[in-house]
């Protein structure tokens, strides 16, 4: 068992880096690729700070150290920290207890809450391109698989974990030691004599992956030895079906997201040409391209339902945990809880500007987070300059009955159906700015200008330009 070697071979599976360079006095120093070991001390990643150790002086090009997080949760957590520090010393690699606060709270995992405010603070030590190195071996890939089945995931939960993954976009995560099994690792800390410790919680099995180490893994070990072994090989050829959905999903994806009003809607119309198993694909890609958790197999089949087969003005909205889905026309929304509320409750003051030079001289800062802009033409569609003693204004809410005209129509109609028409969604309407002359309504920035506020054919015109945050 080497795990430097290990080490090594998941470092080549990495692609090449962009050199990053810093200056220091006259001399430009290229700036060393970190490889972060999360180290708690347990007999895992002490083994694996072991193997670093002997990585890095094979290694110089990388600056290899280890992060322990300190969570409080255990009477025993200043004594681990002390325990890390010094065996750092040891290994001759600097070490950074970093502090951290999980906020218990009821009906929230303290698993879930720990994990996530770990990573949160692995993440502020690494730069872009560098490596985090985690301590995972062949019995937590079962485990893994085993939860995976548990909450009725599908290929992409049963894949497990990887040995090189992509972390947070930007960085990389490594596990070296994914390939061996908790004996060998205890028999290798026992035949190089390396100290650790020991959490005591890894003994409640009230925790769902404690239950299964200390229950269940033990008995499907003694009628099937090899099931670690076997059950990372099923992983690994999941993770492979998966990379080809991917790829596939990926090509598709492109042909039916559009964006609207700054946001990324998926075509409907498009979406249901495909069959059942490629509309449940594309919409957990999109849904992940986005940034949102995919839905389950029920709530999947409940979404397509609601989105293909309601009829056209229906209302439609569907949350889930981090997510508001809305349909629109034949578009399917798909926005942040908080966004959304932000959205349908929020209302934005107007503004008075003194001048219209206002405008001319720079870009107007929007309540919306976007701003205005505005050139002078002799040519094309424009909008006359306001005269010295009109009140320029900018709004963002008219009655849905305001008749208006705009530039390219031969007849009025009201603002309401002017949205439809646009099909601009009705919790988007209230963020587009209305540009006012003492009060009326002259132009509907980014879509109209109103008829009777043109300019005359060779005078000089307004061309306004929104950009929306």
């Known amino acids: 068992m080497d795990i430097s070697a290990s080490i090594s071979e998941c470092i080549k599976l990495l692609p090449q880096r962009s050199v990053n360079t810093e200056v220091t006095g006259e001399q430009v120093c290229q700036k060393r690729r970190k490889l972060i070991l999360a180290y708690s001390g347990g007999v895992d990643s002490e083994i694996l700070a072991h193997g670093l150790s002997l990585f890095a002086k094979n290694n110089t090009d990388f600056e290899c150290l280890l992060v322990h997080i300190h969570h409080g949760l255990s009477p025993n957590a200043d004594i681990w920290a002390q325990h890390c520090g010094t065996q750092a010393q040891h290994y001759q690699l600097d070490c950074t207890i970093k502090r951290v606060e999980v906020k218990l709270a009821p009906r929230v995992s303290v698993e879930a809450q720990a994990r996530s405010v770990r990573y949160q603070a692995l993440l502020s030590e690494l730069e872009q391109g560098d490596v985090l190195m985690t301590a995972h071996h062949q019995d937590d890939q079962l ?23 992509r972390f947070e976009q930007q960085h990389w995560l490594i596990r070296p030691l994914l390939d061996f099994s908790k004996v060998e690792i ?12 020991e959490d005591e919680s890894n003994f409640d099995d009230k925790y769902d992956r404690n239950f299964l180490r200390l229950e269940i893994i033990p008995t499907l070990k003694q009628r099937w030895s090899a099931i670690a072994a076997t059950a990372s090989r099923s992983a690994e050829l999941c993770a492979l ?33 495909y069959s059942k198993a490629w509309q449940s694909l594309l919409l957990r890609g999109h849904m992940e391209s986005l940034g ?12 397509l339902t609601q989105l293909l087969e ?14 508001v889905i809305r349909r629109f026309k034949r578009d399917g929304y798909f926005l942040s809880l908080s966004s959304m509320q932000h959205k349908m409750k929020q209302t ?23 701003y205005l802009s505005a050139q002078t033409y002799t040519t094309g569609v424009r909008l006359r300059l306001p005269t010295d003693s009109e009140q320029v204004s900018i709004v963002f809410a008219l009655p849905g009955s305001t008749r208006c005209q705009p530039h390219n129509r031969s007849k009025g109609r009201e603002l309401k159906k002017l949205w439809q028409e646009l099909e601009l969604a009705p919790w988007e309407r209230g963020r ?15 879509y109209w200008i109103e008829k009777s ?17």
């Open 143 to 165: 485990e893994t698989v085993l939860l995976a089945l548990k909450r009725g995931l599908g290929p992409k939960g049963l894949a497990g974990m990887g040995k090189v993954q």
């Open 186 to 197: 205890e028999a290798y800390a026992k035949q190089n004599k390396i100290t650790h410790i």
């Open 241 to 273: 079906q998966q990379s080809v959905i991917d790829e596939e999903t990926a090509l598709r994806l492109p042909q039916l997201q559009r964006q609207r009003a700054g946001e990324c809607t998926l075509d409907l119309d498009k979406l249901a040409t």
């Open 292 to 303: 949102f958790a995919p839905p389950s197999k029920v709530q999947g089949e409940q979404i």
């Open 310 to 323: 309601a009829k056209v003005d229906a209302s439609v909205e569907i949350r889930l945990v981090d997510v």
């Open 348 to 370: 934005y003051p107007s503004l008075t500007l003194n001048h219209i030079e206002e405008l001319l001289n720079g870009e107007v800062s929007l309540p919306t987070g976007g």
């Open 432 to 446: 587009v700015p209305l540009l006012c002359y003492d009060g009326k309504l002259v132009a509907v920035c980014g």
């Open 453 to 469: 506020y043109l300019a005359s054919e060779q005078g000089l015109g307004l061309n306004l330009s929104v950009n929306h945050a």
